[in-house]
């Protein structure tokens, strides 16, 4: 009998194309799922794209809300002072400042002080005497604050002294000054300069005398000063003011001037409206990308007629729909305010749909009413930063649809899983039946063959009786 090796090789019968094509049919509902399935992972991505837009349009409202303790003048306004002579002094500001021109008269520069101390030492000699004790204590009092500096036996030079010093953040800076004899001093400066900021030393620790050492001296009178400190001499408008070193916070509202050298100049301050201008680009911006991403994830290409990912969504429409009413609704916040709208203000929809930041028409409005330019931005930044949180929440549209999504596709998971196994089955069926019928008309056409044979033979035989 003849051997069979594989299904459809005795029978003629192909086997192989007849599954593949039974199982083609058989798969269909599982392809379908799998579409569907994309379908929804494709549109879970694109509300990750809106929400990242929408995420970058809440930044920059964000950046045009007042703090709840500020009005909107207060928030936004930025002011630049300019020094005719910029070497004489340098100036800033900040939103408390007043537009205007003073004059500025330097006539001395603060002075730190300086001291030093009474006696010298040869270099890596010991300078402080212990006594019975392991540490004394120097203390530096600036303004009424006193840091204790504890100083033990690994500190006894004037090198071990001037690291302590300098490490304590005490109000002066320690250096070691070597003579022509190689002897050693500590000279002890003030980091700023004027009379609030000198320092006076006590403490416990005693230093050696290298002419009588049984006869330490104290701390409090180890030091000798070589320069007082002083105050600077400044008149603005010709009135004399108090300063504290050489910068001077409170002599102008809203204005800190750093002097440099004596002279004469004139101080200009006037409103700056740089910063404001970049945070209103950088809202326009926000929104023309949000824009773009909406038109572009609901898109339908009527040549190839494909729709994108979420084209005729019902989230993409509330977003848009809701961030545009916030942007075309006068706040209740604009009632009184003279200007209502953010076209007042020179931010106006195009016909695309887009905004754009008309400069000119800005700078008129900010410099004819600063006020009420300052409130519409206020009230559309704190509209549309509540639009968009509420937008972004974890119970908004976007996650409730993105969560939806995500529940779909798991259970279009656990549906075609259940097929796959199903399918498996229904192959393994379908090769058994197959190959059974193989084997089956294998053997008859093995049969009609030997039929054949001996029927041929009969009638040979009655041919030649």
Same mark, same amino acid.
């Given at each position: ?272 409206? +740089? &910063? /404001? ?12 990308? @949000?824009? $773009? =991403?909406? !038109?572009? *994830? ?90 968009? +949180? &509420? /937008? ?12 939806? @999504?995500? $529940? =779909?596709? !798991?259970? *279009? ?53």
């Amino acid at each position: 009998m003849t051997t069979i090796s594989s299904a459809g090789v005795g029978s003629g019968l192909n086997i192989e194309s007849i599954v593949t094509a039974l199982m083609s049919v058989e798969k269909q509902p599982l392809t379908n799922l799998e579409k569907r399935q994309t379908s929804y992972e494709s549109k879970i991505s694109a509300l990750g794209t809106l929400k990242g837009a929408l995420s970058s349009l809440q930044t920059a409202a964000k950046a045009l809300t007042p703090a709840s303790t500020q009005t909107a003048t207060a928030a936004f306004s930025g002011f630049k002072a300019t020094l005719a002579d910029s070497t004489i002094a340098t100036a800033t500001t900040t939103s408390a400042a007043v537009a205007g021109t003073y004059s500025v008269e330097v006539g001395a520069l603060a002075t730190n002080q300086r001291l030093a101390l009474g006696k010298t030492y040869d270099a890596g000699a010991a300078v402080l005497d212990f006594g019975s004790d392991t540490s004394r204590t120097l203390t530096l009092t600036k303004g009424g604050t006193a840091v204790d500096i504890t100083l033990d036996s690994s500190q006894n030079t004037l090198a071990g002294v001037r690291d302590a010093i300098n490490n304590a953040s005490a109000g002066v800076s320690a250096t070691i000054v070597t003579d022509t004899s190689g002897k050693q001093n500590l000279l002890l400066t003030a980091t700023d300069g004027g009379t609030a900021n000198a320092v006076s030393i006590s403490g416990t620790a005693t230093f050696i005398d290298p002419a009588n050492p049984g006869s330490p001296i104290a701390a409090s009178s180890a030091f000798n000063q070589t320069q007082a400190a002083t105050d600077a001499s400044v008149k603005i408008q010709g009135i004399s003011i108090a300063t504290s070193g050489n910068k001077i916070t409170d002599a102008i509202d809203g204005v800190t001037l750093e002097i440099n050298k004596t002279g004469t100049t004139n101080l200009t301050v006037a409103r700056d409206n +740089t &910063d /404001l201008k970049s945070k209103l680009e950088t809202f326009v911006n926000a929104y023309n990308s @949000l824009n $773009s =991403s909406i !038109k572009s *994830l609901g898109a339908y290409n009527s040549a190839t007629k494909t729709a994108a990912a979420l084209n005729g969504d019902s989230t993409l429409r509330s977003v848009q729909s809701q961030v545009r009413t916030a942007l075309t609704s006068v706040p209740a916040d604009l009632a009184s305010n003279p200007l209502k709208t953010l076209s007042d203000i020179g931010i106006s929809f195009q016909p695309d749909g887009s905004l754009k930041l008309d400069s000119t028409k800005f700078e008129k409005a900010a410099s004819t009413n600063f006020s009420a330019t300052a409130n519409v931005i206020g009230a559309f930044g704190n509209t549309l930063k509540t639009t968009t +949180t &509420d /937008l972004l929440a974890t119970n908004g549209v976007i996650a409730s649809r993105s969560d939806g @999504l995500s $529940s =779909s596709v !798991k259970a *279009l998971d656990r549906q075609m899983e259940a097929m796959e196994n199903r399918l498996t089955i229904i192959e393994k069926n379908y090769r058994a039946r197959f190959t059974s019928l193989d084997t089956t008309m294998t053997s008859m056409s093995t049969t009609s063959s030997y039929l054949n044979q001996q029927l041929t033979l009969l009638s040979n035989m009655a041919t030649n009786n």
